[in-house]
Nanobody, 114 residues
Framework: QVQLVESGGGLVQAGGSLRLSCAAS????????MGWYRQAPGKQRELVAD???????NYADSVKGRFTISRDNAKNTVYLQMNSLKPEDTAVYYCKAESVRTYWGQGTQVTVSS
């Protein structure tokens, strides 16, 4: 069984920064892609950014230039540095990890006030 534990969410003013972390633990063979998704109230879950094991990255257009995804393969951890936050970034942020199966974290709330 693999568990993903997220941390780093919270309340911040527009223009501020937050850093999310997601650590995988348990019976991990090999984690390939890792990523961050978000879901705002009344909206579908959407990709924010993902990163391959080789550290190639992909970003949603809405966060390009503001967010940076990174990972530490030795620690099975993925990070999301979020700068210049906007109220429209408010959502529950979920971590995703792909191995033999796909795993999701429990989510962490990010609230950006105007």
């Amino acid at each position: 069984q693999v568990q993903l534990v997220e941390s780093g969410g919270g309340l911040v003013q527009a223009g501020g920064s937050l850093r999310l972390s997601c650590a995988a633990s348990g019976s991990i063979l090999r984690i390939n892609n890792m990523g961050w998704y978000r879901q705002a109230p009344g909206k579908q879950r959407e990709l924010v950014a993902d990163i391959t094991r080789g550290k190639s990255t992909n970003y949603a257009d809405s966060v390009k230039g503001r967010f940076t995804i990174s990972r530490d393969n030795a620690k099975n951890t993925v990070y999301l540095q979020m700068n210049s936050l906007k109220p429209e970034d408010t959502a529950v942020y979920y971590c995703k990890a792909e191995s033999v199966r796909t795993y999701w974290g429990q989510g962490t709330q990010v609230t950006v006030s105007s």
